[in-house]
């Protein structure tokens, strides 16, 4: 079982990496990709593992509780850390600016290069 469960942690970098590269494993992977490309609401791992639920609970009812769940143990910590390698490290980037110019570039950052700006209201201590 603890080799099940350490599987699934290690085997996620893995294929986050493979995935964020442009290649696929499965059928699943591909089918995440197109479903999480149409919209914002679901990501990669979310979809896999809503997959994966539906296809344990079918072997639950064709094996039992004990077998279907076994091969399930690398799915559940697989999860989070394929989407943090997937979506996490560009999502965690930001540069803070300060300067008495900020409208006309958070402007420029917004109609240049297309992204999303936050302002922070700050007092002098």
Do not use: C, K
């Not at 942690?9 to 059928?27: C, K, N, Q």
């Not at 995440?32 to 490309?37: N, Q, T």
């Amino acid at each position: 079982m603890l080799t099940a469960v350490f599987g699934g942690f290690f085997l996620a970098p893995a294929f986050g990496l493979a995935i964020r590269g442009g290649a696929v494993l499965d059928g699943t992977e591909i089918a995440a990709l197109l479903i999480s490309r149409r919209g914002d609401l679901l990501r990669v791992g979310d979809i896999i593992l809503g997959f994966n639920a539906v296809l344990f609970l079918s072997a639950i009812a064709l094996l039992g509780v004990e077998p279907a769940l076994f091969p399930s143990s690398p799915t559940w910590p697989r999860r989070g850390r394929l989407d943090f390698v997937i979506h996490g490290i560009d999502e965690y980037t930001a540069v803070t600016i300060v300067s008495d110019h900020h409208g006309q570039i958070r402007q420029r950052i917004m109609h240049a290069l297309g992204r999303g700006v936050t302002i922070y209201r700050g007092f002098g201590g």
